[in-house]
């Protein structure tokens, strides 16, 4: 039988990995069957995850997954370029031993990319800021940051242009290679134009306007399919090109 922690780690990686958007539900009697445990465990691991910011609940909609507005993407990435920055500026040399996982770390994404794992790779791209804390050597700080790379991975997928996995790996690669050669003051910059980067490609969605939706999504799919009893002049176009529904109705 599952524990709270191990339901609340499971929906952790799914955030992670893009498997659970925001806004996706999460009920407790689904839950309870897939893990096979009660629903008092379930809502215990769900009011954990509410706790970090994971998922709310409603009177009305049960638990979901939290939808973060542009303001708390911001305050996420700060969080994070904080951290993370500190982290580096403060470590103490790293061992062999950290290195080598970091190393292993990052040829597991690249094989991730070259596969096409969409879910993998973007748990990996994730958790490799974990792993990087867990590296140098604050445990803490590495659960923090799991919840706030979980923030900021279901922020990307409600505002983030497509991300260029790819460049993310690379820029993961450079903070590694300059915390070998024991440049850490590298690193540190390293870190903060890659954290920046990522953030200055959110693009919040424009507010648009309900006729423009419905216009848009009621348009003749094929233009030229007009109605023959309407005349020419009366599917006149408009200033902005389109055409008023009622006139080809």
């Not at 693009?203 to 020419?232: F, G, I, K, Y």
Request: aromatic share 4%; charged share 25%.
């Amino acid at each position: 039988m599952a524990q709270a922690r191990d339901i609340s780690d499971r929906i952790i990686e799914a955030v992670m990995a893009q498997k659970l958007p925001p806004g996706s539900r999460l009920g407790e009697q689904q839950l309870a069957i897939l893990f096979d445990c009660s629903r008092t465990i379930v809502r215990e691991a769900l009011t954990r995850l509410a706790a970090r910011g994971i998922v709310t609940v409603s009177a009305r909609r049960g638990w979901y997954v939290v939808e973060h507005t542009p303001d708390e993407a911001r305050e996420a990435f700060d969080a994070r370029r904080v951290i993370e920055t500190g982290l580096i500026r403060d470590m103490a040399p790293l061992d062999p031993a950290a290195l080598k996982r970091l190393r292993n770390h990052i040829a597991r994404e690249q094989a991730a990319l070259r596969a096409q794992d969409v879910g993998l790779r973007s748990f990996l791209l994730g958790d490799f800021h974990v792993c990087l804390a867990e590296c140098l050597g604050n445990g803490l700080l590495a659960e923090t940051l799991r919840d706030l790379t979980a923030r900021t991975t279901l922020i990307a997928m409600k505002y983030q242009s497509p991300e260029d996995a790819a460049q993310s790996c690379t820029e993961h690669t450079q903070i590694v290679d300059a915390l070998a050669g024991g440049d850490t003051a590298r690193a540190e910059a390293l870190m903060v134009d890659h954290l920046r980067t990522w953030q200055a490609r959110l693009r919040p969605p424009q507010d648009s306007d309900d006729l423009d939706q419905l216009r848009e999504a009621l348009s003749p799919v094929d233009p030229a399919a007009r109605p023959l009893h309407t005349s020419s002049a009366s599917r006149k176009p408009r200033p902005d090109g389109s055409i008023y529904l009622g006139e080809v109705l």
